[in-house]
């Protein structure tokens, strides 16, 4: 097992509890919510988290069949990871790719809660098997950022997520604060 991937998983894990803890005692009617007509509600914006993930996932299957292919990562990946961050700290909404839109439809909390937590079970389950240099192999692939290794797609995962739990926070409060105003 190596120490620093479990780490890290651990981290996200960590975070996506924490995330559902936080918003368990809201109603789905809350949760599925818009705050005005063009923004996500929360559960929105976990599809969006969770559809990011499963794609990754769907990669990763295929990519982790046949390793000898991927190059070791380098310097590259780190950068553009780097930039992005950078990027994401600025306090500009971003436009996700089409793919990663979520539906318009009303979803259950315990059913995102149960699709997340069975979703990061398979990805443990997929990470868990590499060794340690297939994880220094560029063996996942961002659609704008391109090809990184598995520590950089965590790390993309966990400032991914830290910048939607914002977006969390931010719709909770207008939609609450809105119903009391009604």
Same mark, same amino acid.
């Given at each position: 097992m190596n120490p620093r991937l479990k780490a890290?998983?651990?981290?996200?894990?960590?975070?996506?509890?924490?995330?559902?803890?936080?918003?368990?005692?809201?109603?789905?009617?809350?949760?599925?919510?818009?705050? *005005?007509? @063009? /923004?996500?509600?929360?559960?929105?914006?976990?599809?969006? #988290?969770? %559809? *990011?993930? @499963? /794609?990754?996932?769907?990669?990763?299957?295929?990519?982790? #069949?046949? %390793? *000898?292919?991927? /190059?070791?990562a380098g310097m590259k990946g780190g950068v553009k990871l780097f930039l992005t961050k950078l990027t994401f700290s600025i306090p500009i909404k971003f436009n996700s790719p089409e793919t990663m839109i979520p539906a318009e439809t009303f979803v259950p909390f315990k059913e995102l809660e149960i699709k997340w937590e069975k979703l990061r079970t398979d990805t443990w389950q997929l990470l868990s098997k590499l060794n340690d240099e297939e994880l220094e192999k560029e063996l996942w692939k961002h659609p704008l950022l391109g090809k990184m290794n598995i520590y950089q797609m965590l790390d993309f995962f966990d400032f991914h997520f830290e910048r939607h739990r914002g977006q969390v926070e931010r719709t909770i409060e207008r939609v609450i604060t809105t119903a009391n105003f009604l």
């Amino acid at each position: 097992m190596n120490p620093r991937l479990k780490a890290d998983f651990d981290k996200l894990e960590t975070s996506r509890k924490k995330i559902f803890d936080t918003i368990k005692n809201y109603s789905d009617e809350k949760l599925n919510q818009k705050p *005005s007509p @063009e /923004a996500w509600s929360v559960t929105q914006v976990l599809q969006h #988290l969770i %559809t *990011s993930e @499963e /794609a990754s996932l769907r990669y990763l299957q295929k990519k982790t #069949l046949d %390793t *000898s292919r991927s /190059a070791k990562a380098g310097m590259k990946g780190g950068v553009k990871l780097f930039l992005t961050k950078l990027t994401f700290s600025i306090p500009i909404k971003f436009n996700s790719p089409e793919t990663m839109i979520p539906a318009e439809t009303f979803v259950p909390f315990k059913e995102l809660e149960i699709k997340w937590e069975k979703l990061r079970t398979d990805t443990w389950q997929l990470l868990s098997k590499l060794n340690d240099e297939e994880l220094e192999k560029e063996l996942w692939k961002h659609p704008l950022l391109g090809k990184m290794n598995i520590y950089q797609m965590l790390d993309f995962f966990d400032f991914h997520f830290e910048r939607h739990r914002g977006q969390v926070e931010r719709t909770i409060e207008r939609v609450i604060t809105t119903a009391n105003f009604l």
